[in-house]
Every structure is written in C-alpha cells, then in structure tokens.
C-alpha cells in the first residue's frame, strides 16, 4: 500500500506509515472471524462478536508516538486513519459531539486489548522529524486521507472483485494523445471556410500551444467568444502536460447543460481517454457510461476528465471518503476552468486559496479560460488574496477583442425607464431571426406568452432532455434560415453555439451582456455587425448577487468609453463587483474552519466546512421528476422493479428544480406523489410542452386523467 502514496505525490514517511498503520485495530482475536463473515463464511460481518474499531486504534496509536518537539503533528495522521471508514472529522465536539476526533481519541483502552499481538514490523517505524515544510496542513491531511482512501477501497477491490479490478487503467499516454489532437486541429482547420473569425482561431490555437512551454503555474486565456477557446485551452494543456510530465487533464466546466457537449467533442479526438463525470450523464450510450468509466469515477484516473465546477470543488472541501479519494489524483495535473467568471462569489476566498495551494506544493498548473476575465489577482483594498502572477496566454487580449468584435452595443441612457413586456414583444416580432435572453424563469414565460406562435421558449423550467432537444431544433432553424425567435433564461449564455443577428439582453452584469453578445453574428458572416440591445425589464433582477452586479454595469455603462467590451472593463467591473462582497467573499466561514487561529494545535473543523461547502442550496429547492418524452416508462419502471442504478442515472435527464416553498401544496393536491425516494410529477397538465414544468397549472387535468 505504500507503493499507492509515493505514486500519488512526495510524502515520503507520512504517507507509508498511514498505509501500515491504518490496519492495526484488524489484529485482534476476532479478526480472522470478521474477514470470514465478510466473505460470506460466517454470518454478517456486524453480528461478529468482538470487532474492533480498527480505526480509532490506529489514530490512537499515531497519537501516542508521533509527538515532535512540542508539536502534535500524530493529529496528521490521526484525522486520515481515524476518518478512513466515516470520513474526515472535526476536532471539536462542538458541532458533532462524539463523532469529533477529540472524543474518539479519549478511548485509549480500545487500543491496550490488541497492542501487544500486532506484528512487530507494523509497529517499529522510523518517525519523521519535521512536519511537512510550506504545505497548509489542512489541505496536506486532505490529501494523504485521499491516498489512504483510495488505496483501501483499491486493495479490497483487488481481494473482493479483481475483475473489476482488473478494468482499472490501461489508457493512453498523456504523451499518446499529444498528437491526436494536433491531427484534429489541421483537419478541423483544412475543412473550415477562409474567413477572418477562422483566421484569427488559427492564430489563437498557435499561440496556446507556444506559450505551454512556460514554466508551470497560474495563466489566464482571455478571447472573445467564439473565439475557439475550449479546444485552443485543450491545445494548451496536452503541450504543457507533455513537455512538464503531468499526469492528466482536468476540465472544470460550470454547467451540466454544456458538459456533454464538450465531452462528446473530446471523445471524437480521444474516444478511449476521456472521463466524464457529473450528475446529469445520459447513460444510453455505452461508451459513455460502462464499468470501466463508473471505476473511473471513483478516483479519477483517467487522463483526461471533463467534470463540473460542483464536483471538483466539492471534493476539494469533502470530508467523505467516497468524494475525497479522487483528490490526489489532481495531484500533477493541469486544470482548466472553462467560464471562469462563473466561479462562485460567495465562496471565491476559499476556492482561490486551494487553488494557489495546489499550485504551489501539488504541481498543477491551472487555467483560467474566458471570454469575460475576472479580477482574480490579489486586492489588497479590500482583503482578497486572490491568486498571484497570473500569466496570461495571449499577447494582446485588447487587440484580439478588437479584432474579433462582431456587435455594436446599444444600452439605454435612462436605465431608471423600464420596457414593458408588450412593447418589448411587439418589438422582437419585428425581427425574423432574434434571441432574447432574460434574468428569470417567470419572465421567460410572460414574454414567451406575448410572442407570435412559433417561438422558442428555453429556461430551467424545462428538463435537461427537453432543453436539448429544443436547442437542437434552434440550430437546424438557423442552419436552414428558416424564421428563429427565442426567449430564453441565461442558460443560453455558457457554451451553447448560437448565432443570431440580432440580440436583446436585460440589464445584468456586464459579464453577462457579453457572454450574450457572444451568441450575436458569432461566425461574422453579416454584412454588417449584429446588434446587441439592453433593456430594462419591468420586473427587478433576483437579490443578492446578481443585483449587486446589475448595480455595477449600470455605473460602468453610464461611463462614456470607446468599448464597454474591451478586456480592462471586465476587469473594472470584477474588482468593484468583488469589493462590493467584503466579506462575503467567505459567506460561510469555511476559511475559518481549515485555518485556525492556532494553527500548530491542528484543530481543524473537516466535517462542517464540508458541510458548508455547497455550491448549490440544495435546502432552498428540490428535484421533481417530471412528465416528457422518455420518462413515464422509466417512472414505471421504477414502481415495479424499484430503483436501479441504470434507471436513475437516465431518469436525471428529466429533473427540474422548483422552490422548496413550490412543494407542499403540489404534494397536498397529489400533483406530486414520492416514489421509492423520488418526487415524481402525476398530473400530466404540470408539464407544458412548450416551457416546462408549470407549479401552478396542479388544479387542471388532462381529460383521460378524469377517467376511472
């Protein structure tokens, strides 16, 4: 086992003696029993009279000899090995009470039973003598919990099931897949139209796979979209890895609405190489989801995973043992954040001081890719640490965005005059071809309401399955010129290649006016510049955050300058934007927990920083089951064999999320019924066709609904 912690990153001692000591509670009487039992020899492993709990013994055992100069650096160790079944845990009983480690390692008599029949050379280690040097040793126990995890559940998985086993690894090289992309690119290149916006792609892909010989740290890639960033950062990436013997690639997007897509596009360079790992997997195609890819997902070890912004961050502050073992397998890696800007505010002083820790002292280069950069550099005005000596990939940013600007930008001057809803639709009617992009889900509707017939309706009302299939008809519109109306949320606004004439945004932040101008003559083919036109909607933008960065635009778009999308406005508007956090910037507190005041009494709180660690609400809203295409069948399904795997997995492609306050009156009218832990939709009337799932339509029924 010690093997798996020097493969995983320069441990050295700690890393061996957690992979011989995590064991030492398993020599006890009983514990030839328990491995019987378990193999299904002798009963049930919890019947076994006498097991031991072998790891609060471990900790134990840590704790009592790992002791230097003053220092209680056992507690390094005692968090891994008395976590590696129930996950990391606080040190405080505060919040978790006896759970807390402080309270398991009272215990000192669990161990006295056992200590004198454990093989000697488990025991008679040389001990290390320094902590670990420049690490922050809150992320460092994170990591060695990882390798002790991953490395337990390998070598039960080697024992149990070796012909799971036995699936794990054979990919190709980092070094193997350098080329394929460099082929894709000359074809992709060979067969794309001689246009200007094709010409400077070329130029940006050039670039990228230059710049990846500087050293390895922190980059930023700055282009206009529509720019080619993702397989440009790709480009990056691979060269970087290869020339600096990384191990593999990590892309981080921030939306599942645009995670397929991405992956797909990957897979058609690599097809044996690429992990895709996130909630919504559509699971109908095999070579998407089998039983090599599912092992994958547990720890990451393919060379290159497309995931979201949820699960890495997530499991970078996870204190459970499924969740953390993939994490020194980011360990050596480069990492790409695809929308950048999309980082999450109220927890951006935590994600940036783990990034520039895995910068620092795990080996991963990190890039941050965006059309709409933000200010992520160190602001001392204001406290925030951000990440220092970014280096940016491209030479000019500004004269590649004015190279590549498409649109003329067109805001009101009064921002305090709203639009009504009537005259905005009677103005979209005037264009054949437009797209709308609003702040809310019940604006999307009461627009959609006032359009001819035959307009497009997209927003998170609509399942996962029903939004593709409606983006997909969009695409064959405008592919074929026939008549393209949509009014959509901004879910639009992230990785979904649209490209329309004309394009209407409601006042938000300036990041977002952007990423909507980049749906706008995105391959330049008009004649002309297309037109992006703010408005003010009648109704006021969601609180909170989104308001704060609406206030910021309208400052900013009051300010008389030669482009509102030069690159320097994206960085004024982040850095006001941010300032206006404060110390929102941590809303949680969650720096709080990993880095204590005292930081030499190793008193970390694992447990509730993860627990605190969300970034989406999950008790503001919940996950309906809804009514489209494929998924009565599956619900069925479910009624009569129960819930498996396969099943879920496709059914999370019809879920839609509604406010929590939404539920129990659906639940009270039987509109909502639970299915074996599912909310499911019954009335078919909740589900329109057109925009979604519909709370307030439960009164209505369809008319074979009212026949016994």
Same mark, same amino acid.
């Given at each position: $086992?010690?093997?798996?912690?020097?493969?995983?990153?320069?441990?050295?001692?700690?890393?061996?003696?957690?992979? =011989?000591?995590?064991?030492?509670?398993?020599?006890?009487?009983?514990?030839?029993?328990?491995?019987?039992?378990?193999?299904?020899?002798?009963?049930?492993?919890?019947?076994?009279?006498?097991?031991?709990?072998?790891?609060?013994?471990?900790?134990?055992?840590?704790?009592? !000899?790992?002791?230097?100069?003053?220092?209680?650096?056992?507690?390094?160790?005692?968090?891994?090995?008395?976590?590696?079944?129930?996950?990391?845990?606080?040190?405080?009983?505060?919040?978790?009470?006896?759970?807390?480690?402080?309270?398991?390692?009272?215990?000192?008599?669990?161990?006295?039973?056992?200590?004198?029949?454990?093989?000697?050379?488990?025991?008679?280690?040389?001990?290390?003598?320094?902590?670990?040097?420049?690490?922050?040793?809150?992320?460092?126990?994170? $990591?060695?919990?990882?390798?002790?995890?991953?490395?337990?559940?390998?070598?039960?998985?080697?024992?149990?099931?070796?012909? &799971?086993?036995?699936?794990?690894?054979?990919?190709?090289?980092?070094?193997?897949?350098?080329?394929?992309?460099?082929?894709?690119?000359?074809?992709?290149?060979?067969?794309?139209?001689?246009?200007?916006?094709?010409?400077?792609?070329?130029?940006?892909?050039?670039?990228?796979?230059?710049?990846?010989?500087?050293?390895?740290?922190?980059?930023?890639?700055?282009?206009?979209?529509?720019?080619?960033?993702?397989?440009?950062?790709?480009?990056?990436?691979?060269?970087?890895?290869?020339?600096?013997?990384? #191990?593999?690639?990590?892309?981080?997007?921030?939306?599942?609405?645009?995670?397929?897509?991405?992956?797909?596009?990957?897979?058609?360079?690599?097809?044996?190489?690429?992990?895709?790992? !996130?909630?919504?997997?559509?699971?109908?195609?095999?070579?998407?989801?089998?039983?090599?890819?599912?092992?994958?997902?547990?720890?990451?070890?393919?060379?290159?995973?497309?995931?979201?912004?949820? *699960?890495?961050?997530?499991?970078?502050?996870?204190?459970?043992?499924?969740?953390?073992?993939?994490?020194?397998?980011?360990?050596?890696?480069?990492?790409?954040?695809?929308?950048?800007?999309?980082?999450?505010?109220?927890?951006?002083?935590?994600?940036?001081?783990?990034?520039?820790?895995?910068?620092?002292?795990?080996?991963?280069?990190?890039?941050?890719?965006?059309?709409?950069?933000?200010?992520?550099?160190?602001?001392?005005?204001?406290?925030?640490?951000?990440?220092?000596?970014?280096?940016?990939?491209?030479?000019?940013?500004?004269?590649?965005?004015?190279?590549?600007?498409?649109?003329?930008?067109?805001?009101?001057?009064?921002?305090?005059?709203?639009?009504?809803?009537?005259?905005?639709?009677?103005?979209?009617?005037?264009?054949?071809?437009?797209?709308?992009?609003?702040?809310?889900?019940?604006?999307?509707?009461?627009?959609?309401?006032? $359009?001819?017939?035959?307009?497009?309706?997209?927003?998170?009302?609509?399942?996962?399955?029903?939004?593709?299939?409606?983006?997909?008809?969009?695409?064959?519109?405008?592919?074929?010129?026939?008549?393209?109306?949509?009014?959509?949320?901004?879910?639009?606004?992230?990785?979904?290649?649209?490209?329309?004439?004309?394009?209407?945004?409601?006042?938000?932040?300036?990041?977002?006016?952007?990423?909507?101008?980049?749906?706008?003559?995105?391959?330049?083919?008009?004649?002309?510049?297309?037109?992006?036109?703010?408005?003010?909607?009648?109704?006021?933008?969601?609180?909170?955050?989104?308001?704060?960065?609406?206030?910021?635009?309208? *400052?900013?778009?009051?300010?008389?300058?030669?482009?509102?999308?030069?690159?320097?406005?994206?960085?004024?508007?982040?850095? &006001?934007?941010?300032? =206006?956090?404060?110390?929102?910037?941590?809303?949680?507190?969650?720096?709080?927990?990993?880095?204590?005041?005292?930081?030499?009494?190793?008193?970390?709180?694992?447990?509730?920083?993860?627990?605190?660690?969300?970034?989406?609400?999950?008790?503001?809203?919940?996950?309906?089951?809804?009514?489209?295409?494929?998924?009565?069948?599956?619900?069925? #399904?479910?009624?009569?064999?129960?819930?498996?795997?396969?099943? $879920?997995?496709?059914?999370?492609?019809?879920?839609?999320?509604?406010?929590?306050?939404?539920?129990?009156?659906?639940?009270?009218?039987?509109?909502?019924?639970?299915?074996?832990?599912?909310?499911?939709?019954?009335?078919?009337?909740?589900?329109?066709?057109?925009?979604?799932?519909?709370?307030?339509?439960?009164?209505?029924?369809?008319?074979?609904?009212?026949?016994?």
């Amino acid at each position: $086992m010690a093997s798996e912690f020097a493969a995983a990153f320069n441990s050295g001692q700690w890393g061996r003696l957690a992979g =011989l000591w995590h064991d030492i509670g398993k020599y006890s009487p009983d514990f030839q029993k328990m491995i019987r039992s378990a193999t299904g020899l002798d009963g049930h492993v919890e019947t076994v009279p006498g097991r031991v709990d072998h790891s609060t013994a471990s900790g134990i055992w840590a704790t009592e !000899h790992l002791y230097f100069k003053g220092f209680p650096i056992s507690r390094l160790l005692a968090y891994a090995l008395c976590g590696h079944h129930a996950g990391l845990a606080d040190w405080s009983a505060d919040q978790t009470g006896r759970k807390a480690l402080s309270e398991r390692l009272k215990n000192t008599a669990l161990f006295d039973s056992i200590r004198y029949i454990i093989p000697a050379d488990i025991l008679q280690q040389t001990l290390p003598q320094q902590i670990p040097k420049g690490y922050d040793l809150a992320l460092w126990i994170r $990591m060695i919990f990882s390798c002790l995890v991953d490395a337990d559940f390998l070598d039960t998985e080697r024992f149990f099931s070796a012909e &799971n086993f036995a699936l794990r690894g054979n990919y190709p090289s980092i070094a193997e897949l350098l080329p394929r992309i460099t082929e894709f690119m000359k074809n992709k290149q060979d067969l794309a139209p001689d246009t200007s916006v094709n010409r400077i792609r070329r130029d940006i892909l050039e670039k990228c796979i230059a710049k990846a010989d500087t050293e390895p740290g922190a980059f930023s890639l700055t282009v206009p979209t529509g720019g080619g960033k993702t397989l440009s950062s790709l480009a990056f990436a691979l060269t970087h890895a290869v020339k600096y013997n990384k #191990q593999r690639i990590i892309y981080v997007i921030p939306y599942t609405s645009i995670i397929e897509q991405t992956a797909d596009q990957f897979r058609q360079i690599f097809p044996a190489a690429v992990l895709e790992h !996130h909630s919504n997997l559509e699971i109908t195609d095999e070579s998407k989801d089998n039983a090599k890819s599912r092992l994958a997902c547990e720890n990451w070890d393919a060379p290159v995973i497309v995931t979201t912004s949820v *699960q890495f961050f997530e499991s970078l502050f996870a204190a459970r043992t499924s969740r953390c073992r993939k994490l020194h397998n980011i360990v050596n890696s480069v990492v790409i954040f695809d929308e950048a800007q999309l980082l999450p505010p109220e927890f951006l002083n935590p994600i940036m001081y783990a990034l520039c820790e895995l910068k620092s002292c795990y080996g991963v280069s990190i890039v941050f890719s965006t059309a709409t950069q933000p200010a992520l550099g160190p602001q001392p005005s204001f406290g925030f640490n951000g990440m220092p000596d970014i280096i940016e990939i491209m030479d000019d940013p500004v004269g590649l965005s004015e190279s590549l600007k498409r649109v003329d930008l067109h805001h009101p001057v009064d921002f305090s005059e709203p639009i009504a809803w009537e005259n905005l639709a009677e103005e979209l009617a005037d264009h054949p071809s437009v797209l709308c992009i609003v702040n809310r889900r019940d604006d999307a509707s009461n627009l959609w309401g006032l $359009m001819p017939e035959g307009t497009f309706h997209l927003s998170a009302r609509m399942c996962g399955q029903h939004r593709s299939a409606v983006i997909r008809e969009i695409k064959e519109c405008l592919r074929t010129g026939k008549q393209t109306r949509v009014i959509s949320t901004q879910l639009v606004e992230a990785g979904v290649d649209l490209d329309f004439p004309v394009v209407y945004r409601a006042m938000a932040g300036l990041d977002s006016i952007a990423q909507a101008a980049g749906r706008c003559n995105r391959e330049g083919r008009l004649q002309q510049r297309g037109i992006v036109r703010v408005f003010v909607p009648p109704s006021q933008s969601p609180p909170g955050t989104l308001r704060q960065a609406e206030g910021v635009t309208r *400052q900013l778009l009051a300010e008389k300058v030669a482009d509102h999308m030069a690159p320097e406005r994206f960085t004024r508007f982040f850095t &006001n934007f941010y300032w =206006l956090q404060g110390n929102r910037l941590d809303k949680n507190n969650i720096l709080g927990d990993l880095c204590p005041a005292n930081e030499k009494e190793l008193r970390y709180s694992f447990r509730s920083a993860a627990d605190k660690f969300h970034l989406i609400d999950e008790t503001t809203q919940v996950s309906i089951v809804v009514l489209y295409k494929g998924s009565p069948e599956l619900i069925e #399904q479910v009624k009569s064999h129960g819930p498996n795997r396969f099943i $879920m997995r496709q059914l999370q492609r019809y879920i839609v999320n509604i406010p929590r306050y939404q539920l129990r009156p659906l639940l009270e009218t039987g509109a909502i019924r639970e299915i074996n832990g599912m909310l499911v939709q019954e009335q078919s009337a909740l589900y329109d066709r057109d925009i979604g799932f519909c709370h307030n339509r439960s009164a209505l029924y369809e008319p074979d609904e009212l026949v016994c």
